[in-house]
């Protein structure tokens, strides 16, 4: 079945890197994406990584997919108070059009 | 690109009314808009996966005669929650696509967040 877990919390200082796991496992995953939510508001998309990838980096943010362990990591650079959210990594399998999300992991940026 | 405007934002009502919210792709069009239901601190939990022009899917165990979706277009699809109930209480998102591109998937509204009292 599928299954996507996060951990809770994570608190950096600004101007530090932050490091964010997932765990999956379907290792049918086509695509896996992270989603940024700030507080009352939808979720926005940041990147997505192809299954058969094992980087991908775009400005701050890095993808690392590790598809034999079924983990995923995003790690965003210079973290700034602007980045605390919620993060949800996700995963689509196969031709299907749905995601399944993680738990989702609560970023606080402290000064 | 690719915005979608998700109607009201907020909405509280009485209970035993029905509350309908909108889904628009704005620039694109949707064959499939997804609606999720999120509660304080939670995941998304996915409802029903709509396509354009027939009946939704709905997902094990959402009602599907209480939650009402229609995709009668390829640019608006709406949740009609019938009846509701204090526990019906949550915030509802609604996602769109595909938006091109393999990868890009689906583009998220804002959400609307139900009170009902």
């Known amino acids: 079945g599928e299954d996507v877990e996060q951990s809770l919390f994570l608190s950096v200082r600004e101007g530090d890197s932050s490091v964010i796991n997932c765990t999956y496992t379907d290792s049918s995953s086509t695509y896996l994406y992270w989603y940024k939510q700030e507080p009352g508001a939808g979720l926005q998309l940041l990147t997505y990584?192809?299954?058969?990838?094992d980087m991908k980096q775009d400005q701050r943010l890095t993808v690392l997919l590790n598809k034999k362990d079924k983990h995923l990591s995003l790690r965003i650079a210079d973290t700034q108070t602007g980045d605390s959210a919620i993060y949800f990594c996700?995963?689509?399998?196969?031709?299907?059009?749905?995601?399944?999300f993680g738990t989702g992991t609560r970023l606080q940026v402290t000064l | 690109g690719a915005v979608v405007s998700q109607h009201p934002s907020w909405v509280i009502c009485k209970s035993g009314t029905s509350v309908k919210i909108e889904c628009r792709s704005l620039?694109?069009?949707?064959?499939?808009m997804f609606w999720y239901r999120q509660f304080p601190k939670q995941s998304l939990m996915l409802m029903a996966t709509s396509n354009e022009g027939s009946k939704a899917t709905y997902e094990q165990g959402v009602e599907k005669d209480k939650f009402l979706i229609n995709h009668a277009s390829l640019t608006l699809s709406t949740l009609t929650v019938t009846s509701a109930h204090p526990e019906d209480s949550s915030f509802y998102i609604c996602?769109?696509?595909?938006?091109?591109?393999?990868?890009?998937?689906?583009?998220f509204g804002s959400g609307t967040r139900l009170t009902v009292v």
């Open positions: 620039d694109f069009q949707a064959t499939t």
């Open positions: 996700a995963e689509r399998t196969g031709t299907a059009s749905k995601l399944t």
């Open positions: 996602s769109a696509g595909p938006t091109g591109g393999g990868g890009y998937g689906y583009t």
């Open positions: 990584i192809f299954s058969n990838m």
